[in-house]
C-alpha cells in the first residue's frame, strides 16, 4: 500500500459486485478506494495462509443483534446474521497473532440511569468481545472520531 502496508481487503459483500448475481454493500454504495475481495472467515483464513505475519483489521463486524440488543429490535426485520466471532475464532485457530478493532467496547459504554442490563454496543457482539478479552491482550487503546452517541475506540490486541 501507500504507507508500506500489505493490505489484502475482504468483505462477504464487496463495496461492488465481483461476480453476477452478487449483492453489493449496501453500507458503501458502489464505490471503492481500495480493492476488496469477496470472502468470509472460512475462505479467507485457510491452512495455507500464513496468519503470523498479517494483523486482522476488523471495523464495527456486526450490526445490532437481537440477541445482544433487543432494545433495537424490529418486529418482522431480520438484520444480517452475526458473523463477528465466527471471524475472529477462525482467525485464532490458524495462528493469529494481532487484532486491531475499531469499536463499541462493553467496558467503555457508560450506562443510562436505570438500565437494566449491561450494554455491549452496537457494533459487535458481546460474544466476539468476551473471546478477544479471553484470547487477546489489550496493548493500545487510541481515540478516534466516532459516530453520535457512540463510544467508539482503536484497540490493539497482542495474542496471549
Known amino acids: 500500500g501507500a504507507a508500506g502496508a500489505d493490505v489484502v481487503a475482504f468483505d462477504a459483500n464487496s463495496p461492488v459486485a465481483?461476480?453476477?448475481?452478487?449483492?453489493?454493500?449496501?453500507?458503501?454504495g458502489r464505490l471503492a478506494y481500495f480493492p476488496v475481495q469477496k470472502g468470509v472467515a472460512s475462505t479467507v483464513f485457510d491452512?495455507?495462509?500464513?496468519?503470523?505475519?498479517?494483523?486482522?483489521?476488523?471495523?464495527?463486524?456486526?450490526?445490532?443483534?437481537?440477541?445482544?440488543?433487543?432494545?433495537?429490535?424490529?418486529?418482522?426485520?431480520?438484520?444480517?446474521?452475526?458473523w463477528d466471532l465466527e471471524c475472529l475464532q477462525t482467525y485464532y485457530n490458524v495462528g493469529g497473532k494481532t487484532?486491531?478493532?475499531?469499536?463499541?467496547?462493553?467496558d467503555k459504554i457508560n450506562l443510562m440511569h436505570g438500565a437494566s442490563a449491561s450494554d455491549c454496543g452496537f457494533c459487535s457482539s458481546r460474544a466476539f468481545q468476551r473471546f478477544l478479552k479471553e484470547k487477546f491482550e489489550l496493548t493500545a487503546e487510541i481515540e478516534c472520531p466516532t459516530w453520535w452517541m457512540k463510544n467508539d475506540d482503536i484497540t490493539i490486541w497482542k495474542r496471549k
Open 99 to 106: 487484532i486491531i478493532y475499531v469499536g463499541e467496547r462493553e
Open 47 to 82: 491452512a495455507s495462509v500464513t496468519m503470523e505475519e498479517r494483523a486482522l483489521l476488523i471495523v464495527w463486524p456486526n450490526n445490532p443483534d437481537n440477541e445482544d440488543n433487543p432494545h433495537v429490535a424490529v418486529e418482522g426485520f431480520n438484520l444480517p446474521p452475526v
Open 18 to 28: 465481483l461476480d453476477e448475481g452478487d449483492e453489493h454493500n449496501v453500507y458503501f
